[in-house]
């Protein structure tokens, strides 16, 4: 997949609202040069390790409409 | 062992070992002067923990601001047990009413704006849930607010006492109830999380307010025997501390987690 405008920094403020800005940056420094499928899968991992996999998905699924991304 | 099976193991052992003090009433004819002693030291866990999430999150994240509220709240309630302590053991003055009601009651609001902020960030979807578990909890919710004002005003109505006393147990009503329906919700918040590091936190968070919405029934019932240091009514303790160590138990549990994923991708970024 191609990168998409806008959806990294979706990503990384949902991250950023999770874990606090601290994470986020990383996050953002971390998969600056990944595929949005590698960066939306790690953020799925992220995520549901504090929210749990059904609060993840509603977390994402925004994004995954917002993008019209197929999960 | 894991940081958060640290935290609970000391929490544990500061419960288990204020338990003793308080049934076997360990120091005799000290024993009032020595738990009202340890037991203003225990909100100090909570708070610790309230300012560890909200470091880790930091103040310009909405579940920081939120952890600011409910510490905030907290922090009244350590001032309160603290001027209580001074009035009961220092000057020996009679604590209730005094000074230290009004910052037990101003801890309220605090801790309601924090748990409506974190519900308004979590956007709870009620529609996913079974109607029938949605009339159960309505239902509790009710007889809860129901039990609240039983005991908490029309049992505990004295009017032998004076105005101030009464209108002091009103709003100790007032704020419990008041904290009571967001607790519902939180119940909801910490279902929600389930499989992931926040549901005990909110779960530990929920059973803590719950505690306190007890602590607080039995204290409006039992004010005189309580105020005067007699066991069973003591006891009463038991249940605050128990809601501090598990606001504590929550904050800790969240921040060490937050923690644990800063890590790792600090590790991921280090490859």
Redesign the interface.
Known sequence: MEKIEGLQEDVVRLISLNFGEKSGNLFNNFYDHETPEVMLASARELLAELLGPARTEIELEVIYKKYNIQK | MKPKSTIFAVLFVVFLLTFFLYFFRIGADHNAQLINFVYVFIPLFSIVGGLYVVG???L?????KAAAYITAGLVMWFIGEVIYYIYAFIFHISPYPSISDSAYILGYPFLLKGFLMELK?AKT?WANINRGVVMLVGIATFVLAGLVVYFGEYIAYDPSSSLLENSIKIAYTAGDILLLVPAIFLLKLGI????????SAWLAIFFAVFATLWGDILFAVYTTPYELSIWPYTLIDLLWIFSYLMFAYGFFTTAF??R???E???K??KK
Do not use: A, Q, V
């Open positions: 880790e999150y930091t310009t994240n909405p579940h920081g960030i979807n929600d999380y389930k499989g992931g590091k926040l549901f987690s937050l644990d994923i800063h790792k991708l600090l991921s970024l």
